[in-house]
């Protein structure tokens, strides 16, 4: 699979099968996360993939957002201290956060290629996701995401049309 062809075909994964993930595929996913750029290379970024069942279970109740029952859920954070330590108050502001959004269309692209299904998940309730896994203070939790092998087709949702969102050198009307 080309680059290109993951991108064409991502979709967000709503239902998985309960088949568990191999933990050296985990590795190479949050390898490809690794490698994301960051800004001013600052990778204030660590991985947590949750893969205890009890755990996903518990995590998976205070995120409404999840659906499909994962057998993974990956939790992506920053490392707020090392951030500013390292980085500049914008890192704070926006870009660790865009760091770590990076990084997650990697690993999804990855995931597509090793036949994993994944879904990036905003909605959770900070506080109990940092209770369950035992965060530290100075984490910064920037996203979810399920992860597992596909049940079903997933929807092929809206989207835009490119004459409607394509400018080139200054904004013009639609045409
Ligand atoms: C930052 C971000 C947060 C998202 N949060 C959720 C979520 O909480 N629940 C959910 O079901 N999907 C979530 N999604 C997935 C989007 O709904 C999905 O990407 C969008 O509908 C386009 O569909 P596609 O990913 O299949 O192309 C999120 C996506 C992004 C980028």
Partial sequence: MNVTEAIQSRRSIRKFKDTPVPEDLLR???????????????????????????????????????????????????????????????????????????????????ALEEGLGTCAIKSYTDAAIRKLLRLPNTYRIEMLMSIGYPEGAPRDPRRIRLEQIIHFNQWEEEK
Avoid at 54 to 65: E, I, R, T, Y
Avoid at 80 to 86: D, P, T, W
Wanted: include cysteine; hydrophobic fraction near 45%; charge should be negative.
């Fill in 28 to 110: 190479r996913l949050a390898d490809a996360g690794r490698l994301a750029p960051s800004a001013s290379n600052l990778q204030a970024w660590h991985f947590i993939f949750v893969t205890d069942p009890k755990l996903v279970a518990k995590v998976d109740l205070f995120s409404p957002g999840l659906s499909g029952h994962p057998p993974v859920i990956l939790v992506i954070c920053s490392d707020m201290e090392y951030a500013l330590e390292h980085g500049s108050r914008n890192s704070e502001i926006y870009g660790c956060m865009m760091d770590a959004s990076m990084a997650a269309e990697n690993i999804m692209l990855s």
